[in-house]
């Protein structure tokens, strides 16, 4: 029997599955690293549990950015324009006007290129005042030249106004519509829509209706009553693609739970299939070298254990203790330890316990536990390794699914969690596929590289199954 | 005899079966003194090798009797606890070169750490001064010492034999059990192994129990020789006198088994098999294969003591 790790390993690198399993396996680990360090754990629980405050400036639903390359119609991205960054397209002046008054006039432009309307316009704002607040007209200005006055805002310290939500602006934009190509649209049209589309008689069917190309602006005029009064505005004409990920209903960029879900996954698999690989071994060693009545209890226990239904017993406690991955993990260590391996292993053992070499460490007075751990554990350890690896994917499907049946980790970011929140949103009815298949693609990656690397060590490390 | 400071007496060790006990060794005994080889011939299945395990302790778990003295410089072995003889006996002063010894080696451990471990088990010496240990008996048998970091795989038969040899010498004991040491290598090879073990004897103050069913090989080394027969000892003599004129039926039989070079003789066979061990019969045991069957071997026949300590399990010599 060959036992030379570094011959094995430049045998392992002679199988091209091996080394796509290998490739595979190290982007991954590349990946876990890379976010441990960029994305610290509380950022990441921080950024997903923090609710909407912090991803407002983020669309809603957005698809992959990459997803462009694919598709005839470009699709928006999202263009923020903030009076608080020096930024192009953004102009903000204030005119002293009489003793303490002042007058404001802020200009946003930006080129609007895509073949799709934005999914969402907010214009956020701050102001500094005591007591009168300043007082705003808004317009917009189309690249035609057409000009709507949005709204008269008198300002509030923080606030926003969102215009997609202005029932009111709807209604005008309708009627502006109606008179402009002589027929009513048969939708209702929602400011997005009619503060971008061309304005001809494709705006009447919803399917028709295309965005105009060029040149938007914004302009913002109004009135400070105080000395130190200022404002600042930040419009958002939220995309339907974002980033490298796209985002979930929450608008949360799901990168982070991606890349989160990647080190956990794979922690989650290798400590799961490594702990209860050994803990197993290690039992059924002593259960078969003990034998008697050691053995009599450790196959009673095993047998006990493998009637039991694993996942619903698992579901039972994760319903009573809602609990952390981590603590998931030792409970899916502590139910299967007394596994089938057990007695898969044990008859393997009962046979190794009665090699010569065995027996002659018995008679040159090893004591039990080194006759265990020396010689009769390692002697398996080769064949076992295989099996070990292609069972890493086991645990991190199981922990997959259960995130998808509720009970995973609360707090952590995870491939699971992204599926559960896809399939609780109804993300395939609505058509948002990348929500479910971006995370699935990644549990797929994870089996399929150690189901690779699995299997090539199987050729190695069993000879029966060996090619040349 | 101030010399024998081995001696076994009346050792039983019946094995457990359904089909009820296995009487492998029954009622065996002789001595043996320092630096002396004492041969231990026999059919298969004559309970040799569990005499041996016997005398070392290697007990199997279904084990019905075992009993009977074993005196090491006189000590009784058989009156210690089972820790006490692991710790201070068991290969300590008595170790074993066990049948299939080929297979004795731990596949996924250096040969050299494996014939330290009886030290690092009992001395608890640090693993250093063992291997240190390791290499001085590697030199003594003859295997270079670049060895000591390959795998049993990577070693030839003999070289394994070797191997193990240097794993019972490593403790310095007085008495090493060569159970079958030579049996699974070509003649060459057994021939190599015969000269180092002479050679170990000459150099040093070692007794052998040399187990074998190889009574040309026995002649070898034998100072006494012991032929066995159905669990019992049936002749026990001097190595001389006993490859020259055999006393007993079936030793007589089983050297006209060995073909020899120089005389025109027709090797000999012994007609019939080897009795069962489970309830062999009150009469003497070899009666039914014996060529000189008189009436009285339906008795249980007696112990017959001749001159230079040569016994002999027989009727017709007895007086």
């Keep these: 029997m060959s036992y030379r790790i570094k011959d094995q390993i430049k045998e392992l690198f002679q199988y091209k599955y091996a080394l796509i399993g290998i490739g595979i396996l190290l982007v991954l680990i590349g990946i876990s690293i890379y976010t441990v360090i960029a994305i610290p754990y509380h950022q990441a629980t921080y950024l997903w549990r923090g609710g909407e405050g912090i991803w407002l400036d983020y669309p809603r639903n957005a698809m992959p950015s990459w997803i462009n390359f694919f598709l005839p119609k470009k699709l928006p991205e999202t263009i923020i324009l903030d009076t608080q960054k020096t930024q192009k397209g953004v102009t903000k002046v204030i005119v002293p006007f009489g003793e303490q008054a002042s007058k404001v006039r802020i200009e946003l432009t930006f080129n609007y290129l895509y073949d799709d309307f934005p999914s969402e316009i907010n214009l956020f704002y701050s102001a500094k005042y005591n007591v009168s607040s300043p007082h705003l007209t808004i317009y917009w200005i189309k690249p035609e030249g057409q000009r709507f006055k949005l709204r008269e805002l008198t300002l509030r310290k923080n606030g926003a106004y969102y215009i997609s939500n202005d029932g009111k602006l709807a209604l005008n934009l309708q009627n502006y519509y109606s008179q402009k190509i002589g027929e009513e649209p048969n939708y209702v049209m929602s400011p997005e829509i009619g503060l971008f589309a061309v304005e001809d008689k494709s705006v009447s069917k919803l399917e028709t209706a295309t965005p105009l190309k060029g040149r938007y602006l914004m302009v913002i005029e109004g009135t400070l009553f105080e000395k130190n009064s200022d404002v600042n505005v930040k419009l958002v004409v939220y995309g339907k693609v974002y980033g490298a990920a796209g985002t979930d209903h929450l608008r949360r960029d799901l990168s982070i739970a991606l890349l989160w879900g990647t080190p956990i996954a794979l922690s989650f698999g290798v400590i799961a299939a490594l702990s209860i690989a050994m803990i197993q071994i290690i039992i059924a060693a002593i259960s078969a070298w003990f034998a008697g009545r050691v053995d009599f209890i450790v196959q009673k226990i095993t047998e006990v254990n493998m009637i039991l239904p694993f996942l619903p017993i698992l579901i039972m406690i994760s319903v009573f203790y809602s609990f952390s991955i981590w603590m998931l993990l030792v409970v899916v260590i502590a139910l299967s330890i007394f596994g089938s391996g057990v007695k898969t292993y044990r008859a393997v053992f009962l046979q190794i316990k009665e090699f010569p070499y065995v027996e002659a460490a018995k008679a040159y007075g090893a004591s039990s536990l080194r006759i265990v751990f020396l010689y009769i554990i390692p002697k398996v350890l080769p064949t076992i390794i295989p099996s070990l690896v292609l069972s890493v994917s086991d645990f991190v499907f199981l922990e997959a699914a259960m995130a998808l049946l509720g009970l995973g980790d609360p707090v952590a970011p995870t491939w699971g969690k992204i599926i559960e929140d896809a399939y609780s949103t109804g993300a395939l009815y609505k058509g948002y596929f990348y929500w479910v298949l971006e995370p699935s693609f990644l549990l797929i990656l994870t089996a399929l590289g150690f189901a690779l690397l699995g299997f090539s060590l199987d050729k190695i490390f069993n000879p029966r199954l060996k090619e040349r | ?319």
């Design chain 2, 1 to 319: 005899m101030s010399d024998e400071f081995f001696e076994v007496e009346d050792l039983y060790m019946y094995y457990r079966t359904r089909i009820g006990p296995v009487k492998a060794v029954d009622g065996v005994s002789f001595s043996i003194n320092r630096g002396e080889t004492l041969a231990l011939i026999g059919e298969s299945g004559c309970g040799k090798s569990s005499l041996a395990k016997s005398l070392i302790r290697l007990l199997p778990r279904n084990v019905e009797i075992f009993k009977g003295h074993i005196y090491l410089d006189g000590e009784d072995l058989m009156k210690m606890s089972e820790s006490q003889f692991r710790k201070n006996i068991q290969w300590q002063r008595i170790s074993m070169v066990a049948q299939a010894a080929l297979n004795s080696l731990n596949p996924v451990i250096k040969v050299g750490e494996q014939v330290a471990e009886p030290l690092i088990i009992h001395k608890e010496v640090d693993k250093k001064t063992a291997l240190e240990r390791a290499r001085e008996v590697f030199s003594l048998v003859g295997i270079p010492e670049a060895f000591i970091d390959r795998y049993p795989f990577e070693l030839s038969g003999g070289m394994r034999q070797r191997t193990i040899i240097a794993m019972a010498l490593i403790m310095n004991p007085e008495i090493i059990i060569l159970d079958e040491p030579t049996s699974a290598l070509d003649v060459l090879t057994q021939a190599n192994i015969m000269n180092l073990l002479k050679k170990i004897r000459n150099e040093s103050n070692i007794s052998f129990i040399l187990i074998t069913h190889d009574v040309g090989l026995s002649s070898e080394l034998a100072d006494k020789v012991a032929v066995m027969y159905a669990g019992q000892i049936v002749e026990l003599g001097d190595a001389e006198n006993f490859y020259s004129s055999p006393l007993h039926p079936y030793s007589q039989k089983l050297m006209a088994s060995v073909p020899t070079l120089r005389r025109d003789k027709t090797p000999e066979y012994i007609p019939g098999a080897p009795l069962s061990l489970i309830n062999p019969p009150k009469s003497c045991r070899f009666a039914d294969r014996c060529p000189f069957k008189m009436e009285i071997c339906s008795k249980e026949p007696p112990v017959v003591s001749l001159e230079k300590g040569r016994f002999v399990r027989c009727w017709l010599h007895a007086k």
